[in-house]
């Protein structure tokens, strides 16, 4: 049986969004709300093994200044080297939120971030893109 495929050229990597927001979704639905920050990220790196995902966590991006190393910034996830995935706990996206992984997309020279919220209502889900 042939695996379905999303067919979208105006969205960058759908399949592998597509699983990273299941993802998610799967650990909301097992753990609910009102969790530190640090057990949804937990819980999402036992969703991503179990999807065979391949993901490194609080990765390291330096923030440089004239070569020099002026400080540090850790992503939540890298997930299959392609998308950045920050995770927070609340009901909204701040502006703060989005501030924040767009700075880690110039840093890491890539395409895609998920932001996830996991709040009282449920998981919700913002793709940011790098234009530059």
Known sequence: MAQSKLQRKDILHPELSYKII?????V???????????????ALAEAFSGQRLSFNQQVDFPLKYKAKIIGRNFLDFLV???IVVEIKKGEHFSKTHIDQVMEYLKLSNLQLAILINFGVQGVASKRIINLA
């Open 80 to 82: 299959e080297n392609k």
């Open 28 to 42: 909301y639905n097992s753990i609910g709300s009102g969790h530190p920050e640090k057990y949804y990220q937990r």
């Open 22 to 26: 299941g993802c998610a979704f799967d």
